[in-house]
């Protein structure tokens, strides 16, 4: 499991991820369930596979449902630094990395991320949960090596702040 879509190579940071030092991880936990927007965040949703015929598609490819909505109306942009809790999986159905296993969120700016996270998390408002279905091309491509994953990736995301 990766500690999180990070590159520690400045190089490939803008495709590959986030740089290390970009990363603060906040100390966030769930105490109650019912604060959960997800019954068990860390199991592969019944949909990992492919996007359902109900998830909206943009002319990227990026593919994306509301799995919660939010009560904030205020969207990041392309720079902004962000305050989140994601799983992702393989469309195999395996958790690859999780902020929720590692029991805190993360903050970073959505330049420094794969091309799937920086526009789908433009498209969600605070307290939006939302799940992806990020194309390899905009993710770490279909044989990335380095211990990434390859190919579609699955994501969901609950952005708690933007700043």
Not at 31 to 37: I, L
Not at 113 to 139: C, H, S, Y
């Amino acid at each position: 499991m990766l500690d999180h879509p990070i590159s520690t190579t400045p190089a490939n940071a803008r495709h590959a991820g986030l740089f290390m030092a970009n990363v603060k991880p906040v100390k966030r936990q769930y105490t109650d369930k019912k604060e959960d927007p997800m019954t068990d965040p860390l199991a592969p949703p019944a949909d990992v596979a492919a996007a359902p015929g109900d998830a909206t598609t943009t002319a990227s490819g990026l593919a994306y449902k509301c799995l919660k909505a939010g009560t904030g109306d205020t969207h990041p942009g392309p720079s902004s630094y962000v305050e989140v809790h994601y799983t992702g999986w393989t469309t195999d159905g395996e958790m690859f990395d999780s902020s929720i296993a590692r029991g805190r969120t993360i903050s970073f700016p959505l330049n420094r991320v794969i091309d799937g996270w920086t526009e789908g998390v433009q498209l969600m408002k605070v307290g939006d949960t939302f799940r992806f279905w990020i194309p390899a091309n905009m993710a770490y491509g279909e044989n990335p090596g380095g211990g990434r994953p390859g190919g579609m990736l699955v994501f969901d995301v609950e952005l708690f702040k933007i700043d």
